[in-house]
Structures are given as structure tokens and as C-alpha cells.
């Protein structure tokens, strides 16, 4: 396979993501959907759609490959020691009050709708499967460093980490995992109508979680954005999936397993993270233009480090 056909081969994963995602930023410009339609959709993906979809990957699913729990512990060691990297970077050249904000915007991933879409696209229901289990660990991590972090610069707040705690372990998501795992080993089925009818529920989910995203982008926030909100947009999209994905090939990690640990570290930043900054009181203005610009970005350095591998052999 030539230079060419390798490029138009990885054109035909990432564009249609993020093609939708720009669809997104189109229909919210022309007015065809509007902040109501955007939280009410996001809702139903989070709670509903998304967990159905997980579920039924999970049931589809050869369990013996989809299982890695190299994979796993790779994922949670490499994310703590991006976490740690950003921390240290931030503490030498971001101002104090920023810190924070800063840090979550360089590691926190948005690996639920952005890298599962992107693991879909490449590697089809072995990607929603593996990705699907690669979620728990992303949910848990994500939210407990995120909060260490956060409240690092909270001064004179105390932090709730009984109600942290709850909120984890009531997350959709990682309840989708819990629920399909004995299903799945003990070999139960569910009656074809019934898996027909999640299949269609399930398929909204992609589409309407990556319009929703392109929706909620703030061509202001990036107007308005500065030298932390790109900093920090740059050690996501860039430093940190380069040097997770290098580690990964590093310790004998290659071909999917390879290609979805680095959909998984190039996500751009999670949604997720301004909410839980508007929360503790932190800038909400950076966490927002941090999230704009690497959603924006993703579209080039997804692209270009999937090329990059796959010339060289290693997805």
C-alpha cells in the first residue's frame, strides 16, 4: 500500500467523526438547533443511549479479546504519569490560580464520545467492545485527578469526596460494564426483537453525542483565548499523546491495541471538565477555550498520528 491509498485509508476513519462535529457548529450557526436541543440530547446520550450501546457491544463481544488487562493498567499508569508531567509543567510556567484548570485540560480525555467513535470507526465492534471496558478505568482516573488537582487550587473550600465518590459510582457508563459483564459470562440472551430494538436506540448515540459537540463550541472562546488555553491545548493534542503512544510501543503494544491507546490519549478535551471547573469555582472561560481549540485540533492531529502509524507499520 502507497503513501495515497495509506493517507485516503485514514481520511476515511477520522473524517466522518469530525465531519460531524462540524456539522454540529453548522446547524447551531443556521439556527436548526439551539442550547435546549444541545442539553437535552447530551442528557440522553450520557444516561440512555451511550450506556445501551456499551451494553450491547459488551454481549456482541468475544470477552477473551476484548478483556486486556495489560491494556488497562497501561492506560491508568500512563495517565497518571501524563497527569504528573502536566502538573510539573504548570507549576513552573502557568500562574497559580490557573494551575488547575490547566492540568485537566492537558490529560483529561474526551475518550467516551470522541475516542469511541473514533475506535468504532477503526476497528468496528472490536473497538466499541475493548473501548467500552477502556471506559471504567478513563472514568474513574479522569474524575478522581481531576479533583485532586482542582481542589489543589480551591483555597478555603473543603472537597466532597463521599459525593465524588457516588457520582462515580452511579456514572451510566461504568454501570453499562457492570450490568453486561455477568450477562455476558454466565451467556444469557436477550430476544432478538429486543436486541434489534437497542441496536436501533444505540445508533443514535455517535451522531447525536459528536453534533452536540460541535454545537457547544464557542468561536468566541477561541477568539478570546490566550497563551495558557493554547499551552495546554498543545500538551493534549500533541506532547502527551505522543509520549503515551511511544511508551505503549515501548513495552510491546502494537496493532489495535496500539491504535486505540492513542485514540484514546489524542482525544481532545472533555466537556466534561468545564462542568466540573463552572463546579468548584475555578476559570471557566480557560477550561472552555481549552476545550474549543483542542476539539478543533483533533481533526488535524488524529489524522496525521493515525498516518504516521499506520506508515509505519505499527496499527
Not at 438547533?33 to 447530551?42: E, G
Not at 450506556?51 to 493498567?73: E, Q, V, Y
Not at 488555553?229 to 489495535?256: C, E, H, I, Q, Y
Not at 485514540?263 to 471538565?273: K, V
Request: overall charge neutral.
Amino acid at each position: 500500500m502507497n503513501l495515497t491509498e495509506i493517507f485516503f485509508g485514514t481520511l476515511e476513519v477520522t473524517l466522518p467523526v469530525f465531519a460531524m462535529v462540524f456539522l454540529g457548529i453548522g446547524l447551531r450557526r443556521i439556527g436548526w438547533i439551539d442550547q435546549a436541543f444541545v442539553s437535552t440530547a447530551s442528557a440522553l446520550v450520557f444516561k440512555a443511549t451511550m450506556p445501551t450501546l456499551i451494553f450491547l457491544s459488551l454481549l456482541k463481544a468475544d470477552i477473551d479479546t476484548a478483556f486486556n488487562p495489560a491494556l488497562m493498567t497501561y492506560f491508568a499508569a500512563a495517565t497518571l504519569v501524563t497527569f504528573l508531567l502536566s502538573w510539573t509543567w504548570a507549576i513552573w510556567q502557568v500562574p497559580h490560580e490557573d494551575r488547575g484548570v490547566y492540568v485537566q485540560g492537558a490529560f483529561r480525555g474526551n475518550c467516551g464520545i470522541v475516542g469511541l467513535a473514533l475506535a468504532a470507526s477503526m476497528y468496528g465492534e472490536y473497538g466499541l467492545s475493548a473501548g467500552g471496558l477502556l471506559l471504567g478505568v478513563v472514568i474513574l482516573s479522569y474524575n478522581v485527578l481531576s479533583v485532586i488537582v482542582l481542589s489543589s487550587y480551591r483555597p478555603g473550600r473543603t472537597t466532597n469526596w463521599r459525593s465524588i465518590a457516588v457520582h462515580i459510582i452511579r456514572n451510566p457508563l461504568i454501570l453499562a460494564v457492570l450490568v453486561a459483564l455477568p450477562f455476558k459470562f454466565m451467556e444469557l440472551t436477550l430476544p432478538l426483537w429486543l436486541m434489534t430494538t437497542g441496536d436501533y436506540f444505540a445508533s443514535l448515540t455517535l451522531p447525536l453525542a459528536l453534533i452536540c459537540i460541535g454545537a457547544t463550541l464557542s468561536v468566541r472562546a477561541l477568539l478570546e483565548s490566550h497563551g495558557t488555553a493554547m499551552g495546554a491545548s498543545v500538551m493534549k493534542m500533541v506532547t502527551l499523546p505522543f509520549m503515551a503512544t511511544l511508551g505503549a510501543w515501548f513495552l510491546g503494544f502494537d496493532d489495535r491495541e496500539l491504535g486505540l491507546l492513542f485514540l484514546f490519549f489524542a482525544s481532545p478535551t472533555a466537556a466534561a471538565s468545564f462542568v466540573m471547573v463552572k463546579a468548584m469555582g475555578g476559570n471557566a472561560k480557560l477550561a472552555a477555550n481549552i476545550i474549543a481549540i483542542t476539539t478543533l485540533m483533533a481533526s488535524l492531529t488524529v489524522t496525521s498520528g493515525v498516518f504516521a502509524l499506520r506508515v509505519l507499520g505499527l496499527i
